[in-house]
């Protein structure tokens, strides 16, 4: 157990289906953030939470909302997804000042199948 | 943008020898950090490298950073089994925001 706790660890949905994926963690961070992790290509970065502000969306299609509502706490709500959505989404926190000399940690991901 | 690219993408080790996995970065980076990830798990932090010149250990495993060669290192001596899983190296191009390499999965045979 990293500290930062994430459910589900497997979901299966189909492209008109609406679910959410949630993260908590307890350690105290100020930040979060969630990365998808896809096949042979380097984690992307989506979306980055500072003190329950979004700070950057990396151009993430619409059909991914993100929501914030305190500090431990982070959703990724997903609908009308495509099957090319389907990769493991890893959500990471970190102290703001202190991502510098400690980086992140991360939670164990969700790991989405889009049919 | 900062790009992090890691080379090999794919190595097969012989357990017991000596293996090096490269991470360049494409802009300035004073901070560099290294993550194991075995399947189906979370991405474990290895080593934070803070500076140019920075070498850190831990058992088989020790990374080093040329921030001016913008190289990180990670070697592996005398591989064994447990080293299995997928490496990441990740630079810094802003106060929070940290950009990954596409990994390296390595096999440790024996």
Redesign the interface.
């Known amino acids: 157990e990293?500290g930062?706790t994430q459910t589900p660890r497997h979901l299966v949905m189909g492209m008109t289906n609406k679910k959410s994926l949630k993260c908590e963690q307890h350690l105290g961070h100020n930040?979060m953030y969630w990365?998808k992790q896809s096949a042979?290509?380097?984690?992307e970065?989506m979306f980055?939470y500072?003190f329950k502000e979004q700070t950057?969306n990396n151009s993430v299609p619409s059909r991914f909302s993100p929501e914030c509502p305190n500090s431990s706490h982070l959703f990724l709500h997903l609908h009308t997804l495509q099957p090319e959505d389907s990769a493991l989404y890893?959500c990471?926190s970190?102290h703001?000042?202190d991502?510098?000399?400690?980086?992140?940690?991360?939670?164990?991901?969700t790991?989405l199948t889009v049919v | 943008e900062l790009k992090?690219e890691q080379n090999p993408?794919f190595l097969s080790m012989q357990e017991g020898k000596n293996y090096t996995i490269y991470c360049n970065y494409s802009t300035t980076s004073?901070?560099l950090?290294w993550?194991r990830q075995d399947p189906?798990?979370?991405?474990?932090?290895l080593f934070?490298l803070?500076s140019n010149g920075a070498v850190k250990q831990e058992g088989r495993l020790m990374a080093s950073l040329d921030t001016k060669a913008r190289l990180s290192t990670l070697h592996i001596t005398a591989a064994v089994h447990d080293l299995s899983a997928t490496y990441?190296c990740?630079a810094?191009p802003s106060?929070?925001?940290?950009?990954?390499?596409?990994?390296t999965t390595v096999t440790v045979r024996a």
């Open positions: 990293t930062v930040a990365y042979k290509k380097p984690l970065l980055v500072n950057e890893l990471a970190s703001l000042w991502s510098f000399n400690y980086g992140y940690t991360f939670g164990s991901g790991r | 992090v993408l004073d901070r950090y993550y189906g798990k979370s991405l474990e932090s934070v803070l990441f990740a810094s106060d929070y925001k940290l950009s990954f390499g596409a990994g």
